[in-house]
């Protein structure tokens, strides 16, 4: 599903680079079923790396399991009102996102757009067109991971959030960026640049 819910209308620009961005962990604090829009804090470091990402040419498109909405931990109207301040923080930063895109499902409801299914990816495409090759997902989870690396995009793990106990998880996967926190993974994907 879209946040703000609106018609996606897919862009006639030619494929540039997208960074993908999960949200709790790796943009705000990890508050472990977020619901309170007064409890919203961006992780340090955060609004310039988004910043300095825009700058460089990248679209910024949230992606995010918001799991709490299916197991009933929170409802739509606290999920909208934790995005309205998120949008409120990033647009007085300078930085919002150009889109956001999330799975209200649980991990037991067999969702086809529950990271690391390619769901999301596949609705943002309908607003979004992207260059693989110079498209990141940066997350804080295995299943941010496999998401990038199933659907083609170049995949960084940061250590924010639940990072830095899942990157021992990581076993055979390669070509997995690992830093930090966001900020660390644009400085490395603007050093980078295309492959």
């Not at 340090?44 to 498109?61: M, T």
């Not at 607003?127 to 498209?135: L, Q």
């Not at 804080?140 to 830095?164: C, M, N, Y």
Request: hydrophobic share 40%; proline share 8%.
């Amino acid at each position: 599903m879209r946040w703000p819910d609106r018609p996606n209308v897919a862009v006639s620009t030619p494929p540039g680079p997208v960074l993908f961005v999960d949200r709790d962990g790796v943009l705000v604090v990890e508050k472990n079923y977020l619901c309170d829009p007064d409890e919203v804090e961006l992780i340090p470091g955060v609004a310039e790396a988004l910043c300095r990402a825009r700058e460089a040419g990248h679209s910024i498109v949230g992606l995010s399991n918001q799991s709490g909405l299916g197991r009933k931990r929170f409802g739509m109207g606290e999920f909208a009102a934790v995005m309205e301040r998120l949008d409120e923080i990033l647009a007085m930063e300078g930085c919002p996102l150009d889109g956001f895109f999330y799975c209200p499902h649980g991990p037991d409801d067999g969702c086809p757009c529950r990271k690391p299914a390619l769901g999301l990816l596949e609705e943002a495409a309908g607003a979004f067109r992207w260059d693989p090759s110079r498209s990141w997902m940066v997350g804080d989870k295995i299943s941010d991971v496999d998401l990038a690396l199933g659907g083609g995009l170049r995949p960084a793990l940061v250590r924010t959030g639940h990072g830095r106990e899942q990157e021992s998880r990581l076993g055979e996967r390669t070509g997995v960026l690992v830093v930090d926190d966001l900020a660390a993974a644009v400085d490395r994907i603007l050093r980078e640049g295309s492959p």
